[in-house]
Structure formats: C-alpha cells, structure tokens
C-alpha cells in the first residue's frame, strides 16, 4: 500500500506538526535521540482500559494479519501498556526505540509521534516519515487517536497503528478511529455497571451510620454529610493516592479485613481509615473513617502564607500593616475596618496616581498627610509604586507616631520595591480569592443584604448559593456585590432561586463537568501551583502527595500550567 500524499519538507510542515516541534524543542529535547522513560512496573494490564479493549485489539489482529503493522495501546499516562498486534520484523525494530511496555511516550521524551502528539493534542494525528522529531523515527509513519472516556469524556488512552513509511495508507486512520470509538463503546458499558456498584456499595455502608463514608471512583465521588463536613479537597487527593490501585487490583486482604491507615487530614485531625474496593475489579474505592469526634485534635499544619487575624482588631496601632489579596477581595474594607473610635483615617492614597499626578505631587500630598493629626494613614496598590513613593513610604513605617496601612497584590505574587514594603510591615493579612472560600458564600450574601437593608426580607436559596458557588468569580467580593445588587433590583422580598440570578450566573459552566468535590479539588491543586510559580514538585510537597499524583489528578481535572 501506498499513500498518496509526499513527505512534508522541513521547512513547510503542517502547523499541527510545526507547533509540535516547537514545544519538543522547547522542552530541551534533541533530533538525535529520545528522553525516554521506561516504567515497566507502572503498568497496569487489568485496568478497565485494557479491559475494554482486549476484545477489539483481538479483532484488529485477526484483521491485519501477517501484514507489516504494529497496533500500540498507552495509557492516560501516555505510557504504554502493550503491543498486542504486529509483525515480527516491525516489532523488533520499534522496541529498539523504546516501544515497549512502560515506555513513555510524551513529546518532552520523544518528541512529535503519533502516540505523544495525540496525548497532548487530545485527538487524531498521523505522523509521516520527515515530520517526526526524532531522526530514528523517520522511517515510519504512523496514526494515533485518543480514547476518551464517555461519560467523564476525560483521556483513557491512545490507540495507535505503525508501519514502515513505505507500507504507509490514508485508509489506517479511519481504521483506527472506528478501533477507538469501539473501545469508547465499551468503556461506556463498564461505566454503567461500575456506577451502579459504587452507589450500592455506598448505600450500604452510610445506612444508619453517622461515622463518615466516602466512594471515590473515576468521575465519581459520593460523600455522607458525615464525610463531606470532615474532609478537604486536598484529603481526597491523598486519600486517592493511599487506595491507588486498590480498585483494580485488590489489597492481598480479604473483604472481612480491609487495610486501616492512619492518616493526617488537613484540618490536622489524625483518623483512622478503612478502605476498599467496591467490587472485585471495580474502580471505585469505599473509605470509612473513625469517628472524628472520638480523635483528639493535633496541631494544624502551619503553610507558608500567613492568613487573617481572627479580627483586624488584632492589629495594634502604630504596627505597619500590609493587606495583601486579588482584586475585589475586600482589601479597601479591610484596612478602613482598622479605624474606630480612637483611629482615625487622617489620609488615603492610591499608588497608581503617583504615575498620573507625577510622583512629586503625589509625595507632597503624603507628607502634608503623615503631618497631620494622629489616625491611619492608608496606601493602596503599593506593587504599583515607583522607586522614589516606595523609598519615602518605608521611611514614614519607621515613625513611632504614624500608623499606616497598606494594601497591594496577594504577597505570593509581589516583586521589587512592592515586596520590599510589605515586607517590612511586622503584621500581614492575605486576603484569600472568593472561589476559594465559597463555604462563606452564604454569609457574604446575607451581609451584603443586610448592608442594602434587606436581610431579613430577601433569602438566596441553597440551590442559588449552589449556582453561584460554581463560578471562578474573577472579580471576587466585587463582582459578587453586584450581582447581589442585581438581584435586589428585580425583587426586594421572598426568595431567590436560580432564575432570579443575572443569566450568566443561573447555571455555572464548571458544575456541568465538575461535582462540588471534584471543583474544589481543582482549585486546591491551581492554588498550590499559583503560589510555587508553577513548580509542580513545590506544588506536590505543599498539598502532601507525590508529584506522580499531582500529574494525575492534574490531567484528570484538566488543569494546565
């Protein structure tokens, strides 16, 4: 067989092969040689991928064969599981390149082929001779298309078809496209009748109980109140970590002694845990916890970042405060919240106008400030002040007789003379991002009711606290006042369901892929990374698990960096 099309030169590739080679170049990869990992011992022959598609990849070889074609079958990993179908010939070549069980076959260790190039891309590639990256892969040509999961529509897999280039057809890749859908197809049923294990499982072992139950499968999590007020997203990421693989391939105990671990939550509760499969095979993994109320408390553990006082009251007079957060977290509130009766805001300045005004106005003005009679003096923004402002404001924070506040850029993020400011003010308040406490929804609407003279009149039902609860809220406690307030301007009595929202907050686009628990997994896992500049190990060692399974759950929750 012959294909029609002609190798692509080097200078005029596809842009899907070009882009490709752009992200192995810049992944420090070379032309001459792969990066290759093989992990034989990761592989997992029973998991419910190869399951589904045992029966088709027997199909496929009944098809092809003595002809000159290699089936290949990788995981979500992008590593490779087996090489069921092939000729003698082919296969000896291709495992000479590390096509064998384990291998992983990402464009950072092997540059642009079919299997990596499909992972990354999330669907269907052909890779021809010259476009490969790699110079010992330019012989063959080859297909790839993702497997993905039906009902979670998350990667599974990637099937893929090799050949010399010369034995190279346009008819192998919707061949291998049908392979794929079937596997899809099968999965599908598995899906159903796993779900339904899960929740009998669950049913079973949360009647009449008060003692906290959990089932965590893939796209599922089915938690008993019990559960849900104990644990933290960050606990259900090591919690899949502790019982991985337990769904697929049993513990060695029997179902009458399942393995118990102690383990620290965050919370810094130590419990007890209970743990095993649902079903022989299944993937759904059914945990029950000693009840909390039987554990005496350890100390939490202590992050990096300091958070808020339990009161700004804490905060003595004459100590430099910095009040650091995201836009519309509430800074501005913060600080004035610091003045009473006997503190007084003698003065307020925004360091953005320093650029507008000039920065000799702008220094006048703070001094005439800092002069007058004893209060507050609050600066806001100071990552945006310049060299001079900052100079002169660290010199202010050193008089006994003035109190100044200051407000600016989460501490994570700053630099230069703005993180050289905050860090002289001996008490620090991070303020966190509204979609990081949406537990608080529920207050912070009533008090924004209250403040609008509605509080005992206007309720948000939970189903509307529910539907705003789903959203990234990019403008935090602002944007939320006014939806709030768009609210109170179509009703001023009774409750608020769904429908009574702005129209782009009845239903949140995160909750139609997403459960709750799975959201806010998610945002544990963005914030971690947000804070370690994109270190994932950093990121790993902050939320207590390893960095194979921060990968994981990252790829499963689509989180990218």
């Known amino acids: 067989m012959h294909r029609s099309d002609s190798h692509a030169p080097t200078g005029a590739l596809r842009p899907e092969i070009a882009l490709s080679w752009q992200r192995s170049r810049m992944s420090g990869l070379t032309t001459s040689r792969p990066d290759l990992r093989v992990e034989p011992d990761v592989v997992d022959r029973r998991s419910r991928l190869v399951a589904a598609a045992e029966p088709v990849l027997a199909d496929l070889a009944e098809q092809l064969g003595d002809a000159a074609y290699c089936v290949v079958l990788a995981d979500r990993e992008s590593r490779i599981v087996d090489v069921p179908v092939g000729a003698r010939r082919l296969r000896d070549r291709l495992a000479g390149l590390g096509v064998v069980a384990g291998g992983v076959f990402l464009e950072e260790t092997t540059g642009t082929n079919s299997i990596a190039t499909a992972h990354e891309?999330?669907?269907?590639?052909?890779?021809?001779?010259?476009?490969?990256?790699?110079?010992?892969?330019?012989?063959?040509?080859?297909?790839?298309?993702?497997?993905t999961h039906p009902v979670t529509h998350r990667l599974e897999g990637v099937l893929d078809i090799t050949c010399f280039d010369r034995d190279d057809s346009p008819l192998l890749r919707p061949f291998l496209a049908r392979a794929a859908h079937d596997i899809e197809e099968r999965l599908l049923r598995t899906a159903r009748r796993a779900e339904q294990r899960m929740l009998a499982a669950f049913q079973v072992a949360a009647a009449g109980r008060n003692r906290p139950v959990l089932v965590l499968g893939e796209g599922v999590v089915l938690a008993n109140p019990?559960?849900?007020?104990?644990?933290?997203?960050?606990?259900?990421?090591?919690?899949?970590?502790?019982?991985?693989?337990?769904?697929?391939?049993?513990?060695?105990?029997?179902?009458?002694?399942?393995?118990?671990?102690?383990?620290?939550?965050?919370?810094?509760?130590?419990?007890?845990?209970?743990?095993?499969?649902?079903?022989?095979?299944?993937?759904?993994?059914?945990?029950?916890?000693?009840?909390?109320?039987?554990?005496?408390?350890?100390?939490?553990?202590?992050?990096?970042?300091?958070?808020?006082?339990?009161?700004?009251?804490?905060?003595?007079?004459?100590?430099?405060?910095?009040?650091?957060?995201?836009?519309?977290?509430?800074?501005?509130?913060?600080?004035?919240?610091?003045?009473?009766?006997?503190?007084?805001?003698?003065?307020?300045?925004?360091?953005?106008?320093?650029?507008v005004r000039g920065e000799a106005a702008w220094l006048v003005d703070l001094d005439a400030a800092a002069d007058g009679a004893p209060g507050l003096l609050l600066v806001e923004d100071v990552h945006l002040l310049p060299e001079a402002c900052a100079v002169r404001l660290r010199r202010l924070m050193e008089r006994p007789d003035l109190w100044i506040a200051l407000t600016g850029a989460p501490l994570a993020e700053l630099t230069g003379h703005g993180a050289a400011v905050a860090a002289a003010c001996p008490a620090q308040i991070e303020l966190p991002r509204l979609r990081d406490r949406t537990e608080d929804l529920p207050d912070l609407v009533r008090a924004m009711l209250d403040d609008l003279g509605l509080g005992g009149r206007l309720r948000f039902t939970s189903a509307a606290l529910a539907a705003l609860a789903g959203h990234p809220w990019p403008g935090n406690l602002r944007e939320l006042r006014t939806v709030v307030r768009t609210v109170v301007g179509r009703r001023s009595a009774g409750d608020v369901t769904p429908r009574d929202l702005p129209a782009g907050y009845q239903v949140s686009p995160r909750l139609r892929s997403m459960t709750p628990l799975e959201r806010a997994e998610h945002d544990a896992i963005a914030t971690a990374l947000r804070e370690c500049g994109g270190n994932k190990l950093r990121a790993a060692e902050r939320l207590g698990i390893s960095r194979t399974t921060l990968y994981s759950r990252m790829r499963t929750l689509r989180i990218t960096v």
């Open 226 to 355: 019990a559960a849900v007020e104990l644990l933290d997203p960050v606990d259900h990421i090591r919690l899949r970590e502790l019982a991985d693989g337990v769904g697929r391939r049993g513990t060695g105990a029997s179902p009458q002694s399942p393995p118990v671990r102690s383990v620290r939550l965050t919370s810094g509760r130590e419990v007890s845990v209970r743990f095993q499969a649902v079903a022989p095979g299944a993937d759904g993994v059914l945990f029950e916890f000693t009840d909390p109320g039987e554990v005496r408390p350890t100390a939490p553990r202590r992050g990096p970042v300091r958070r808020a006082p339990a009161r700004t009251a804490d905060c003595l007079p004459g100590t430099p405060v910095y009040i650091g957060g995201a836009a519309g977290t509430g800074r501005t509130t913060t600080a004035r919240s610091l003045t009473g009766a006997d503190r007084v805001l003698i003065g307020a300045f925004d360091a953005s106008e320093a650029a």
């Open 121 to 147: 891309l999330r669907q269907g590639i052909a890779v021809h001779g010259e476009e490969h990256y790699l110079e010992p892969f330019k012989g063959f040509s080859c297909y790839g298309h993702p497997i």
